[in-house]
């Protein structure tokens, strides 16, 4: 699974695509912060994804406690700018819609491949925006989280922000956040 595979759905990756763009540029143009993560978002079957933001203003809005600030930092749910730029988003219902719709799937290796193809083609989307430069350059680009994330939560998110970020970027998302690989030997 990934980005190696190169098995993305080409439709779906650059409707996702256009979609995340414009959200992100209204995103940026309109709030002129320190955005520090930026991801998708979506639930186990791989629905339409949302887009989730957070800047470190806006954690310091939310709260002066610095406990507080730990437990919100990389929540999506919690951000302000969950959910940001629908009127983009919004526009992927009907390609989803178009996709087999996974709860009907009874068959586990069709289920896993149309779940495979909608996630790759959220991290492929980001990929591609962020060789575009849309989440910075150099040492801007270090600043930012990037991802295409799973909740609940799984390890297979760890694996996507490997893949989309720089090392230096990851360094506290990966001590805060990130998921274990539940078939590490402990």
């Not at 995340?20 to 993560?37: C, D, G, P, Q, R």
Request: with cysteine.
């Amino acid at each position: 699974m990934g980005l190696k595979e190169e098995n993305f759905d080409s439709v779906l990756t650059e409707k996702i695509e256009n979609a995340v763009e414009k959200a992100v540029i209204k995103l940026f143009e309109e709030h002129k912060e320190n955005f520090y993560y930026c991801s998708l978002i979506t639930s186990g079957e791989a629905e339409r994804p949302i887009l989730s933001a957070w800047s470190w203003e806006a954690l310091d809005r939310i709260s002066e406690n610095d406990e507080d600030k730990e437990d919100l930092k990389w929540s999506y749910a919690d951000s302000p700018y969950c959910m940001f730029g629908e009127e983009f988003l919004s526009e992927l219902d009907e390609v989803f819609q178009k996709r087999p719709c996974v709860a009907d799937i009874d068959d586990d290796i069709e289920y896993d491949k149309e779940i495979s193809i909608r996630i790759n083609s959220m991290e492929k989307a980001l990929s591609n925006l962020d060789k575009k430069g849309l989440f910075g350059t150099g040492e801007d680009r270090k600043k930012i989280v990037i991802n295409a994330e799973f909740m609940p939560p799984d390890y297979s998110n760890t694996e996507r922000a490997i893949r989309l970020n720089p090392k230096d970027a990851l360094v506290s998302w990966l001590e805060e956040a990130a998921e274990e690989d539940e078939e590490e030997d402990y």
